[in-house]
C-alpha cells in the first residue's frame, strides 16, 4: 500500500502505473514489465522479482486506500491468462495485502465473487 496525501495524487499514480481500468475506477491493471517505472513500484514481496511479458500489476481501492499486487501468469501455478484482450484471467484473484478483496478480472472487468 502506498501513501499520497490525497486522494488526487494517488489516482494520479495508479491511472498512470496501470492505465487500464478495469469498470468501475476502483481496479486497474497493466503487464507488469510496462508498469514498473523504479524499483520502488514492484509490490511488496517481489524486490528481487524479475516480470515477465506475461504478468499483470493489479491496483486496487479498498477503504480509500489503493493497494499493488501482481498476478503470476508465466509459471501457471495459480492463474492462467485465458484472453488477452478482453483481459480474462482464472481462477479468481485474491487481495495479496489482506484487505479481503475476492474477486475475477472477466472481459475486462473487475467482478466481485
Known sequence: MKDFGSEEAALAWAEQIAPNDLGDGNHRWSWLVRAIASRDELPAGVANYV??????LWLHRHEDRWFTGWIDLTSGTRHRLVSEDPLTI???ILCPAGCGLHGFIRGGRWVPA
Request: no cysteine; glycine share 0%; charged share 35%.
Open 51 to 56: 516480470p515477465t511479458a506475461r504478468d499483470i
Open 90 to 92: 482464472e481462477p479468481s
